[in-house]
Each structure stands twice: as structure tokens, then as C-alpha cells.
T-cell receptor, first 117, second 112 residues
Framework: DAGVIQSPRHEVTEMGQEVTLRCKPI?????LFWYRQTMMRGLELLIY????????DSGMPEDRFSAKMPNASFSTLKIQPSEPRDSAVYFC???????????????FGPGTRLTVL | SQQGEEDPQALSIQEGENATMNCSYK?????LQWYRQNSGRGLVHLIL?????REKHSGRLRVTLDTSKKSSSLLITASRAADTASYFC????????????FGTGTQLKVEL
């Protein structure tokens, strides 16, 4: 298994531009999570999906952020328009969802390092 | 918001020594997990301890949990240079679905 795949690995863009981050979860995993990691705020959960349906988006910072999961093998996180304070590493993680709630392991992708100039 | 606070923030030891990291959290939990993050990589799950467990072992890892003090510790014995990484605790609250809240992390450096 290739694990969780994220693209691009690095993204540099200018303020005001639209940014789209992509994630392919591990096949058969029912849950998908988007996190943001910065030095100041640590690792923050932005949103998570169960069977392609958003369950909790309370961590999404602003309306500039949106996430979709059109099918079980693909998710996007979009920032429009981007701002310098959005610079961070964005991680996608997936989880099988077959075990007792809360006991499954989350499998993280390698992350996308976003720099907004 | 972060549920867990790791202590210390950074730790530097010599290869062969033991490393102990602590995690304190604020609300009740169903279980607590520890993850490792190598520089520039995603997090990797290490071990899970349930709220009714007090200690758990996995290889060179030993985790303890004290729910009365809302704290956990991760001990890595006989550390190796390859253990150099950041270590995070993550808590799963009752009724939290499959959502985890991660702590601030401890940066461990193991020197040769």
C-alpha cells in the first residue's frame, strides 16, 4: 500500500491566489482528516470526513477555506484567496473506521508545505 | 485548541540513555495515543493506552497514564540516534467520534 498521498509536496504562491491541496487516502479507509501545522499553533484539526461526508468542520479558520471529498479516494482543501498567515504544513490523514470508536490509528500523509508570499 | 501540553518542549540526550516525555491534558478521555514525527514527515502512530489502563509496553516504549492527574508519560529506553524526532500525545475524548486533539510536542534529539 502506498499510504496516504498528498500533492503537491511544496507550494509557493502569492497572496490572493487560489491554492488547492490534494489528498488520496488509503484504500478502504472510511475517515479522512485535514490538519494544519505551524510553530505557533501546533497541529490543528481543520475538518474531517466519514464516508465522504463532512462530520466536523469547526476547525476551518475562515470562509476562505473549503474542503471537499467527491469520492472515497480523493479530497481537496482549497484556500481562496490565500494570505501569508496561511503559510503552514497541511497534513491529510486517513483512518480505517473499523475498530472501536477512537481506537483506530490515523495514518498521515507526508504533508504539503505551503508558503504564501 | 490543544488539549495536551508536552513537557519538556525539547530534550537532548546521548545514545543509550533513556528519554522521558510527559503529556498533560485538560478533559476526560477515552484513550491517549502517542505519535512520532520525523523532520519533514507526517506523524506515525506509536502506541495507544486506554483510560482504564495504567501502563503499556511496546518494544523500547513504555507509556503510563494517570487519569487522576490527567497526565501521561512516554519512556524510550536505550535511545538511538534514529529516535530523534518530535513526539506528540493525542487525546480522544468521550463522544469525540474519531477526532483526536494533539498536544504541542516534545522535540527529542539523540546524539551519538
Amino acid at each position: 500500500d502506498a499510504g496516504v498521498i498528498q500533492s503537491p509536496r511544496h507550494e509557493v504562491t502569492e497572496m490572493g491566489q487560489e491554492v488547492t491541496l490534494r489528498c488520496k487516502p488509503i484504500s478502504g479507509h472510511d475517515y479522512l482528516f485535514w490538519y494544519r501545522q505551524t510553530m505557533m499553533r501546533g497541529l490543528e484539526l481543520l475538518i474531517y470526513f466519514n464516508n465522504n461526508v463532512p462530520i466536523d468542520d469547526s476547525g476551518m479558520p475562515e470562509d476562505r477555506f473549503s474542503a471537499k471529498m467527491p469520492n472515497a479516494s480523493f479530497s481537496t482543501l482549497k484556500i481562496q484567496p490565500s494570505e501569508p498567515r496561511d503559510s503552514a504544513v497541511y497534513f491529510c490523514a486517513s483512518l480505517p473506521g473499523t475498530g472501536v470508536m477512537g481506537t483506530d490509528t490515523q495514518y498521515f500523509g507526508p504533508g504539503t508545505r505551503l508558503t504564501v508570499l | 485548541s490543544q488539549q495536551g501540553e508536552e513537557d519538556p518542549q525539547a530534550l537532548s540526550i546521548q545514545e543509550g540513555e533513556n528519554a522521558t516525555m510527559n503529556c498533560s491534558y485538560k478533559t476526560s478521555i477515552n484513550n491517549l495515543q502517542w505519535y512520532r514525527q520525523n523532520s519533514g514527515r507526517g506523524l506515525v502512530h506509536l502506541i495507544l493506552i486506554r483510560s482504564n489502563e495504567r501502563e503499556k509496553h511496546s518494544g523500547r516504549l513504555r507509556v503510563t497514564l494517570d487519569t487522576s492527574k490527567k497526565s501521561s508519560s512516554l519512556l524510550i529506553t536505550a535511545s538511538r540516534a534514529a529516535d530523534t524526532a518530535s513526539y506528540f500525545c493525542a487525546t480522544h475524548p468521550p463522544g469525540g467520534g474519531n477526532k483526536l486533539t494533539f498536544g504541542t510536542g516534545t522535540q527529542l534529539k539523540v546524539e551519538l
